[in-house]
Nanobody
Framework: QVQLVESGGGLVQPGGSLRLSCAAS????????MGWYRQAPGKQRELVAT???????NYADSVKGRFTISGDNAKNMVYLQMNSLKPEDTAVYYC?????????????????WGQGTLVTVSL
């Protein structure tokens, strides 16, 4: 199995910064893409940012210029640097990874979610 563990959430004032980390572990053969999604109370889960193993990034319009996603392929980790945080960024942030895992004779595809970490932006 493959597991994701997030860390770095917390309470921050508007205009402040936080850095989220996500570590993937388990029977990983390769990871193609990792990303961050968020879900605010009463809203659907939405994309924040993704990064491929080749370094290609994608951002939601609402976070462009404020958030930066980065990854460490050797460590199977992804980070989200969040600057200029706004109250509307308050949400549970989930890490997501997709790739292939060891499964006997041939690797198989996987997609896995982390348990989520709460980010609260408030005075």
């Amino acid at each position: 199995q493959v597991q994701l563990v997030e860390s770095g959430g917390g309470l921050v004032q508007p205009g402040g910064s936080l850095r989220l980390s996500c570590a993937a572990s388990g029977s990983i053969f390769s990871i193609y893409v990792m990303g961050w999604y968020r879900q605010a109370p009463g809203k659907q889960r939405e994309l924040v940012a993704t990064i491929t193993n080749g370094g290609r990034t994608n951002y939601a319009d609402s976070v462009k210029g404020r958030f930066t996603i980065s990854g460490d392929n050797a460590k199977n980790m992804v980070y989200l640097q969040m600057n200029s945080l706004k109250p509307e960024d308050t949400a549970v942030y989930y890490c997501n990874a997709g790739g292939m895992k060891e499964a006997g004779y041939l690797p198989v595809n996987f997609e896995v979610w982390g348990q989520g970490t709460l980010v609260t932006v408030s005075l």
